[in-house]
């Protein structure tokens, strides 16, 4: 390991705070779809430099980065295919004016 | 070699502080646009740092799917649905203030767990893997959730486009 493996993890703690705070404060459904991208990845280089460092299995971490990458592929797909349709009935992408089920 | 390994060591921590910002530009950003293009950033940086930990397969597949498949989609969405030229007001809701400090009190809390626990490290760190291991790790061990994964890639294909499509028949 060229640095320490705990610069790596808060390292990733940072992105993952960074995203939970754009996932809870954005109004735009596409700025939220990119904040959960933000978290995935945070988890992302964790499971990628435990695979380097820890003395348990080492293609574990990397083969499940792979899984996150395919899973955040299709979330993304299905979330922006919802958008577009969304936004075809209701011409907006701001959250708070989305209150179809409300009531 | 001993000032190559030193520009190496802190070329990544610029690495990480330069995809650190691009993460805080992503969140805070008022036009969607800037706050794509800071993510297209942070997931370069974020390949770079899997070609530094000795990962290249990953680092490629995080450009070819991220960079060039989910985030195209992103910005195509992202244009479809917004006016680019006119900035919007009011991009954040209410939440600002709580949610800044409630993420700024998980990353503290985090930080301090990660350093108060005792990681099984191996010294020297393991052997790079090659995209041969992995490949023989997904087609032995995970063979059933790498078959799993393609179930569910189709299943979104197919929703995305029933989702999306115009007409009801």
Known sequence: ?103 | METLAFLFQWGLYALLAVTAVAAVGVVTLANIFHAALCLVAVLIGVAAVYAALSAGFLAAVQILIYVGAIMTLVIFAIMLTERIATPASGTANRLVFPAALGSLVLFIVLSRLIFSTAWPLRPGGNAPLTAEDLGRALMGPYALPFEVISVVLVAALVGALVIARKDRP
């Open chain 1, 1 to 103: 390991m060229i640095i320490p493996l705990e610069h790596l993890l808060v390292f990733g703690a940072f992105l993952f705070a960074a995203g939970i705070y754009g996932a809870l404060t954005r109004r735009n459904i596409l700025g939220i779809l990119l904040s959960i991208e933000l978290i995935l990845n945070a988890v992302n280089v964790n499971l990628v430099a435990f695979s380097r460092s820890t003395s348990l299995s080492p293609e574990t971490g990397q083969i499940f980065a792979l899984f996150v990458m395919a899973l955040a592929a299709a979330a993304a797909v299905v979330g922006l295919a919802i958008v577009l349709a969304l936004f075809r009935i209701r011409k907006t992408v701001w959250t708070d004016e989305i209150n179809l089920l409300k009531w």
